[in-house]
């Protein structure tokens, strides 16, 4: 649900498709099995700050967040990912824990993007394409790399947040879930 009052909810029309929502004491997440995911109402542009919290369970390829513009944040070919359309990031950090919640988040103008892990920069690319459609669980081509866990927030601005805002966010959503955020 989309607390921004946008009406940017994530949907889902095909009832086979949807996560199953989960309250863990008191900490609420849609438990995915690789085969689900929701879209959203908001078309991104180049121009877009994104913040995603999930814990992977897979061990390939998985897009938490997605556009349809061929746009992604999360594990990709075992490392964490973020792939503007026009180029992967590079990121030195392999997704071989799955048993951790993760705060993974992109900045991007039309002139490049950076992403994050838990506040730690993982790589930036110097030309960013519009996301498109938001997808969160995301898919590719509605069908594949759709991400295995459990996802628990995505956070979404039509602007490129600077350093001390995204940073506010970061630490906002490393207290809400108990993640460890070093900047």
């Known amino acids: 649900v989309d607390a921004s009052g946008q009406g940017n909810d994530a949907t889902q029309a095909t ?29 991104a542009g180049s121009t877009c700050s994104i913040f995603v919290v999930y ?3 897979g061990t390939s390829n998985g897009r938490w ?6 746009w992604l944040i999360g594990p990709y070919s075992l490392y964490y990912a973020y792939y503007s359309n026009t180029g992967f990031a590079a ?8 048993t951790t919640i993760r705060v993974h988040n992109v900045v991007q103008t039309s002139g490049g993007g950076q992403h994050w892990l838990n506040g730690t920069s993982q790589g930036t690319t110097a030309s960013a394409g519009a996301p498109g459609t938001i997808e969160a669980p995301g898919t590719y081509l509605s069908g594949s790399e759709i991400g295995s866990g459990n996802i628990y927030e995505v956070i979404g601005y ?6 001390g805002d995204r940073q506010a966010v970061e630490d906002y959503l490393g207290t809400k879930y108990g993640v460890t955020i070093t900047h």
């Open 65 to 70: 967040v997605s556009g349809t513009n061929n």
């Open 15 to 43: 009832s086979a498709k949807r996560p199953v929502f989960k309250d863990t004491s008191g900490v609420k997440s849609l438990l995915l099995s690789g085969t689900e995911w929701m879209t959203t109402t908001w078309s």
């Open 158 to 163: 039509d602007s490129a947040l600077g350093t």
């Open 91 to 98: 990121s030195p950090t392999a997704s071989n824990s799955n």
């Open 55 to 57: 814990k992977n369970s």
